[in-house]
């Protein structure tokens, strides 16, 4: 894959980093939303929706080439963000159907299953986002861009793509099971 290396940031790129800042910043919001747990019964379907339009970010993260910053250090974006109350009222939410199984790397030789946490993968993708939307936030567009592209390879996008398959497995079996998870 190609290198954008960013000197003066182009137009598109600030434009492109504009509309994943959106699209971060609503799954941020929302997340902590579900969190509150003012409307438990509609959780589920909130956090599918929330997910996979991350996803859709992500997805558009991994098809452009690498974002690379003129600066070869990462600024300090502050301290990291507390998502430990995020974590718990997640996991409180989500009770029965919080921990899953998931094959982790299917390329893998035999493959393995892993146990997930679901209010661990979330709060883990939250703090991914919120550490680029602190860039954003003071004026490092690309410098957010950079890691978002970064944590999305490195992390949040196998956490999203496992959250995604279980929160639709949860709607599956809740349709189409008498006694799936969580009915």
Do not use: K
């Amino acid at each position: 894959m190609s290198e954008l290396v960013v000197d003066g940031a182009s137009d598109d790129l600030t434009d492109f980093a504009a509309e994943i800042h959106d699209q971060v910043e609503s799954f941020v919001i929302a997340v902590r939303e579900v969190a509150r747990g003012h409307q438990p019964g509609g959780a589920v379907s909130m956090l599918l929706l929330e997910v996979s339009q991350l996803l859709l970010a992500g997805g558009r993260l991994g098809a452009i080439g690498d974002v690379v910053p003129e600066e070869c250090f990462e600024p300090d974006a502050g301290p990291d963000p507390d998502i430990d109350e995020l974590r718990e009222r997640l996991a409180e939410l989500l009770g029965p159907i919080d921990h899953y199984v998931e094959v982790f790397d299917p390329y893998e030789s035999p493959p393995s299953a892993v146990t997930f946490v679901l209010s661990d993968d979330l709060a883990g993708i939250t703090g991914d986002l919120l550490h680029g939307l602190q860039h954003y936030s003071e004026g490092r567009a690309i410098e957010a861009l950079w890691w978002w592209q970064f944590s999305y390879v490195s992390h949040w996008g196998t956490h999203a793509g496992a959250a995604l398959r279980a929160l639709q497995s949860v709607v599956a079996h809740a349709r189409l099971d008498v006694d799936g998870p969580g009915a």
